[in-house]
């Protein structure tokens, strides 16, 4: 299993639709927790940190579930700027950041 | 405040030749990351390093690749021999110490022709 598991997608999603992505991480003693968006070619992005009790930036919103070991990702309204991949990202304690694949966003005009 | 700093930007070599990625990180950060990201695919955690220390190699391959951080200077990765294979896109990021967060820098392209 992978530590740090996401749906590749793409998920194509028309223009002011809700989108939500899903996470899960192997560890259970994983300490912080964070959503980076990358544009093609381009580097990763800090999106948002993930907090325990949730939070929310904006359209955004971030949930993290401990008991079932998984994060998501709640994107409202989405704009056409929004098409992006969006990488899950799990730090397990020792500093080392570790990355999903991405999931593949596309929203349609 | 200037953000992580790579370079170069693209960096083309020939089979057999030596590539050297330097990257500053951004000021006040202590803790240097590299990544790899092929064609079409995620980000593969490579090498993790504080000033002067490999902290966690686990992703270098064993052969052909080092790192390091120097106490003064940016960080380098350094591929020798390289071959078509390793031709990716090389990011490097830092974080403050006891932080997780972690800024990226724009990345080397490297081609091996």
């Known amino acids: 299993r992978k530590e740090v598991e996401q749906d590749p997608g793409p998920f194509n999603v028309p223009e002011g639709a809700t989108v939500a992505f899903n996470c899960t991480y192997s560890?259970?003693?994983?300490?912080?927790f964070f959503w980076y968006r990358q544009d093609c070619r381009k580097e990763p992005k800090l999106l948002m940190s993930v907090y325990s009790s949730g939070n929310e930036d904006g359209r955004f919103t971030a949930q993290l579930n401990r008991a079932s070991q998984y994060i998501s990702l709640l994107i409202r309204d989405s704009k056409l700027s929004d098409s992006a991949t969006y990488l899950c990202v799990v730090n397990f304690g020792n500093e080392k950041l570790t990355f999903g694949t991405g999931t593949r966003l596309t929203i349609i005009p | 405040n200037a953000g992580v700093m790579q370079n170069p930007r693209h960096l083309v070599r020939r089979r057999g030749q030596e590539a050297r990625l330097r990257c500053s990180p951004m000021?006040?950060?202590?803790?240097v990351y590299w990544y790899r990201q092929l064609p079409e695919e995620g980000l593969k955690f490579m090498v993790y390093l504080q000033k002067e220390n490999i902290i966690d190699e686990s992703g270098m391959p064993k052969e052909r690749f080092s790192a390091e951080f120097p106490k003064e200077g940016p960080s380098i990765l350094r591929i020798q021999q390289v071959v078509r294979g390793d031709s990716a896109a090389y990011f490097c990021a830092s974080s403050q110490e006891d932080r997780g967060v972690a800024f990226f820098g724009q990345g080397t392209r490297l081609t091996v022709v």
């Open positions: 560890n259970s003693a994983s300490q912080s």
């Open positions: 000021k006040g950060h202590s803790h």
